[in-house]
């Protein structure tokens, strides 16, 4: 059975090098520890908050819901150990994979990890999601206005953009959810509009480069489950600043969410063709932020139609994010989750 990462040990003079080495050299498994790692904690804390939405919605068992987000809690604290000791050893591969024009836009996946967060804690530690709040909006506009500014500066292909390219500056759109209730009214309007304005400028770029460039590589795939993100989340954020009215634009939001939903949903054939990378996870947020905004929008307006929707779209999330999750707990045993780009392995 092969060791759950790859061996540090260099091969022998008449082996074939294995994932895990570069030119002969064989490489620490902790620098292959990747960014986009954090979108595990994004996904686990969605369905969390998901679960948490159903026991009011749908009066489904509400200790599900704290447990997953209790879970998520401890993945978070886990996956930046793991990434921080990366930066602390092999400094330079953080800098490369920051560098990188596609990659950097993961690094705000640790910030909205923190916000997500914050949301759960916010019923049980309101001082603890207060910090977790400010720490990650605060390092969220960091980064927004960091990434914004290198990618008016630097020279970028069309090739290189995904919908992963979301994350940094639509990320913005999550922040009114726990701040609103924390008592940061305009602060989460600023935030907000941030979201909402630079998803529909990203989103029209993003659509030009899918529909009329050369189709995306088959591990970004999965990113066009991001499309579902920004509407669904921008619905729940929505209805904190709004005092929870269903009004014309919130329905705009939540039935937009829905459509791309059932894009995406249409591909599926197409997604199961595509082997487990790290990416797989671009499938646990958006799906768990739609359900989200389903659950909370059939439980204001009480449509029987919606209601159903909410409850299948959680058995969709639910089963999804699961076997996302073992997937990869599979992939990091076979020592096929710390590897270099290009060296998947092909089993399922």
Known sequence: ????????????????????????????????????????????????????????VLDMPKAVG????????????AITALYGLK?????????????????????PAFSISLLLLSVGALPHAPALSHGLWVTGAALH???????????????HEISMINPAWFIPVVGNILVPIAGVPLGYGEVSWFFFSIGLIYWIVLFTIVFHRIV???????????????????????????????????????????????????????????????????SWWAYTFPTAAVTIACLDASGRIGHGGMILMAGSLLG???????????????????????IPEGSIRRSH
């Open 1 to 56: 059975m092969p060791s759950p990462l790859p061996s540090t040990n260099p091969p022998a003079s008449n082996s074939t090098p294995s994932p895990g080495h570069q030119d002969g050299l064989t490489t620490h498994w902790l620098t292959h520890v990747p960014a986009p790692l954090f979108a595990v904690v994004m996904g686990v804390a969605g369905l969390g908050l998901a679960w948490r939405k159903a026991g009011h």
């Open 87 to 107: 930066a602390l050893r092999h400094v330079e591969e953080v800098k490369t994979e920051f560098a990188n024009p596609i990659r950097v836009n993961f690094f």
């Open 141 to 155: 506009l960091v980064g927004t206005v960091y990434l914004m500014g290198r990618w008016f500066t630097q020279s």
């Open 212 to 278: 009329f460039h050369h189709p995306l590589a088959t591990k970004f795939l999965p990113t066009l489950f991001i499309l579902i993100a920004p509407p669904a989340v921008g619905y729940i954020s929505y209805m904190a600043l709004n005092g929870g009215v269903v009004d014309g634009f919130a329905r705009i939001l939540v039935y937009g969410a829905l459509f791309l939903t059932m894009l995406n949903l249409s591909l599926f054939p197409k997604f199961l063709k595509v082997p487990f990378f790290v």
């Open 316 to 338: 969709l999330a639910t089963v999804l994010i699961t076997l996302v999750f073992l997937r990869t707990i599979l992939a990091l045993l076979r020592g096929e989750l710390f």
């Open 66 to 77: 704290e447990g997953i987000l209790a879970f998520s809690a401890i993945l978070f604290l």
